[in-house]
C-alpha cells in the first residue's frame, strides 16, 4: 500500500535551518510529481512547494521562494525540504503529498516551530 | 492568485441530514480542475473529488460534487457520523494552487 513518512520537523529559533524528509513505499516514486502542503495551527491548507518527476520544474510559494529547497533522491525514494531563514510564521505541520494537482496520498504530517 | 471563498464557515446539522457546501473562486476556474477534501482533527486531509464531480477511489456515493466556473458544490446526501469534519476546496488550475478557508460540518 502506499505509504508516505514525514519526518524531520522540530522546534527551531528564527533565521534558523531544518530538513524535512518523506520517505516513500508501495508506489513507482519516479512516476510521480511530489509536492509539500503545510497547515499552520487551527488554520487552512497551503501550498508549499512541488517537484516533477525528472527534479527539472519546480514550484514555490512566494512566502518561502528564496529561503526553501525542494529536492528529491530517487534513488532513495525520498523527498527533502530544506528550509533556511525560518520565521515564526513558517510554524505548521508540513505534509509531503503525492501529486502536484490533488494529491490523493499524504503523509502524516511533521510539526515545525519556529520560536524563539 | 485565484482566492476560494468557502460557506458556510460552520453547517450545523444532524445524522441523516443533507449537506451542501460551497466553493465560490474569484476567477473562472478552467476546465473544472477543482478538488474537495475531508480532514479531521490530528489527521491529514483526504481526497474526496477532482476536476470537480470525480470520486476518488473508494469513497462512498453520498458524496457528489458539482458546478464549473467560478461556483462548486460538494453534496453529502445523508451525513453518516464519520462525515463530521473539515472540508476543503482547492483549484489546480493556475498557480499559485490555492485552498479554500474550509467549512466545517459539526454536529447538531
Known amino acids: 500500500q502506499v505509504q508516505l513518512v514525514d519526518s524531520g520537523g522540530g522546534l527551531v529559533k528564527p533565521g534558523g535551518s531544518l530538513r524535512l524528509s518523506c520517505v516513500a513505499s508501495g508506489f513507482t516514486f519516479t512516476d510521480y510529481h511530489m509536492s509539500w502542503i503545510r497547515q499552520a495551527p487551527g488554520k487552512g491548507l497551503e501550498w508549499v512547494s512541488y517537484?516533477?518527476?525528472?527534479?527539472?520544474?519546480?514550484y514555490y510559494a512566494d512566502s518561502v521562494k528564496g529561503r526553501f529547497t525542494i529536492s528529491r533522491d530517487d534513488a532513495k525514494n525520498s523527498l527533502h525540504l530544506q528550509m533556511n531563514s525560518l520565521r515564526v510564521e513558517d510554524t505548521a505541520v508540513y505534509y509531503c503529498?503525492?501529486?502536484?494537482?490533488?494529491?490523493?496520498?499524504w503523509g502524516q504530517g511533521t510539526l515545525v516551530t519556529v520560536s524563539s | 492568485e485565484i482566492v476560494l471563498t468557502q460557506s458556510p464557515g460552520t453547517l450545523s446539522l444532524s445524522p441523516g441530514e443533507r449537506a451542501t457546501l460551497s466553493c465560490r473562486a474569484s476567477?473562472?476556474?478552467?476546465?473544472?480542475?477543482l478538488a474537495w477534501y475531508q480532514q479531521k482533527p490530528g489527521q491529514a486531509p483526504r481526497l474526496l473529488i477532482y476536476g470537480a464531480s470525480n470520486r476518488a477511489a473508494g469513497l462512498p456515493d453520498r458524496f457528489s460534487g458539482s458546478g464549473s466556473g467560478t461556483d462548486f458544490t460538494l453534496t453529502i446526501s445523508r451525513l453518516e457520523p464519520e462525515d463530521f469534519a473539515v472540508y476543503y476546496c482547492?483549484?489546480?488550475?493556475?498557480?499559485?494552487?490555492?485552498f479554500g478557508g474550509g467549512t466545517k460540518v459539526e454536529i447538531k
Open positions: 476567477q473562472s476556474v478552467t476546465s473544472s480542475y
Open positions: 517537484i516533477n518527476t525528472s527534479g527539472s520544474g519546480i
Open positions: 503529498a503525492r501529486g502536484n494537482k490533488y494529491p490523493g496520498y
Open positions: 482547492q483549484q489546480y488550475d493556475k498557480t499559485p494552487l490555492t
